[in-house]
């Protein structure tokens, strides 16, 4: 019982528990980035920034102890105000998801997108907006999982 208390401190300590709220444009304690992984409120702050001519990442990594986490939304093609379908390619107009968790204590486990949508509803020079649902598959397990109710908000260029 002692390890599981830590263990969810630990978690605590690396991701916040607050969910989204579309309604007020934010995800709550300071946070830009929320979704639900099967139904388990997931918030961060994330930046993004320009990987490649064509290719855009908006990016979150946490390291603490022998522990990690990371994700990664990459949106191949320029960015605008547009749909960008979830899968493995590198196609104009698909996007790429992971998310990454290492507690140091439990097997790593990394959920790959299969399938889904991102969508951005306001982008500039310097702040990405949208929202995204995803089907993503644990690797390790073999598993699959729904990532819902996915939101950014004004995400900052890096």
């Known amino acids: 019982m002692k390890k599981f ?44 920034y320009e990987k490649d001519p064509d290719r855009f990442r908006i990016h979150w990594e946490h390291t603490q102890g022998t522990g990690n986490q990371k994700l990664e939304i990459d949106l191949h093609d320029l960015i605008s105000v547009r749909n960008y379908t979830v899968n493995d390619t590198e196609n ?9 968790v290492n507690d140091g204590i439990t ?23 949208g929202h995204f649902s995803v089907s993503v598959i644990e690797t390790n397990a073999s598993t699959t999982h729904s990532i819902t109710d996915g ?7 890096e």
Not at 23 to 36: I, K, S, T, V, Y
Not at 92 to 100: A, C, I, P, V
């Open 5 to 48: 208390i830590v263990i969810m401190m630990l978690m605590a300590g690396i991701v916040g528990f607050s969910s989204c709220d579309s309604n007020e444009q934010h995800c709550g304690d300071g946070f830009n980035l929320c979704f639900d992984l099967d139904g388990t409120p997931v918030s961060v702050y994330a930046e993004w």
């Open 92 to 100: 104009d107009g698909t996007s790429k998801f992971l998310y990454h």
């Open 107 to 129: 097997p790593t486990r990394n959920y790959v997108g299969t399938s889904g949508n991102i969508s951005i509803s306001e982008f500039n020079a310097n702040k990405i907006t």
């Open 151 to 157: 939101h950014f908000y004004a995400i900052p260029k």
